[in-house]
């Protein structure tokens, strides 16, 4: 019997944003990575520096287009992109989401809020989830026997790791094991996810970062 074929995909949250307005920027264009996220992705880089990776691709955003660069200069490889790592939508795209000043405290907007299991403000968690696992499945097949960068964004991968865990989706945001530039590594045996590694390589660098407080955007 043929021993089964090892392949890690690695799926990197993007660094921190440039984001002035401190809104929930979410699919909107022209979010690009600050200095310091540029930092990060280096930092993610050169955490796996040594590894065997020979396939990189990018939801369509800037910052995770950016937060890839690194990655395909380092391993000398073109970047590929797949729309089903980008993030989720969300009524509250654009405003600002602040505690005490921001969309959630506005009445008119509490409706949206009615459900949070599907959740009724945004793309269902189950959608995410399968969308997520797909793309994750085609890095594998692509890098089959050698290892992938996926890069996407935080809620799109805290939701593909519990769906992968059998956990239910719908969570406490403020719970998400998903930092910036944080990797969140499923290591598969053939097409079945054997194992589950998560590393925070620029967690000097989110030290720094009013984002990583703050939490606006993913």
């Not at 970047?79 to 989401?97: C, P, Y």
Request: aromatic share 8%; glycine share 6%; hydrophobic share 40%.
């Amino acid at each position: 019997m043929l021993s089964p074929t090892k392949t890690t995909v690695h799926v990197l949250r993007h660094g921190e944003v440039h984001n002035p307005g401190k809104i929930l920027y979410g699919r909107l264009p022209d979010f690009h990575l600050s200095e310091l996220g540029r930092q990060m992705a280096k930092a993610a880089t050169e955490a796996l520096a040594d590894r065997d990776v020979t396939y990189v691709v990018a939801s369509p955003l800037e910052r995770a287009q950016e937060t890839a660069e690194p990655f395909a200069a380092h391993f000398k490889l073109e970047t590929a992109t797949d729309t089903r790592l980008i993030e989720s939508a969300n009524f509250f795209e654009g405003k600002k989401v602040s505690v005490g000043d921001g969309a959630f405290s506005n009445p008119r907007n509490w409706w949206v809020l009615r459900d949070p299991i599907t959740p009724s403000w945004g793309e269902a968690y189950l959608q995410i989830a399968q969308r997520m696992f797909a793309a994750v499945q085609a890095a594998r097949v692509a890098a089959e026997g050698h290892e992938a960068v996926c890069v996407s964004h935080q809620l799109p991968i805290w939701t593909l790791r519990r769906y992968v865990e059998k956990k239910r989706l719908w969570h406490d945001p403020r719970r998400r094991q998903c930092g910036l530039a944080s990797l969140t590594s499923f290591v598969f045996e053939d097409a079945k996810v054997v194992g589950i590694e998560y590393a925070e390589p620029a967690a000097a660098l989110v030290a720094m970062s009013p984002s990583a407080r703050t939490a606006k955007g993913a």
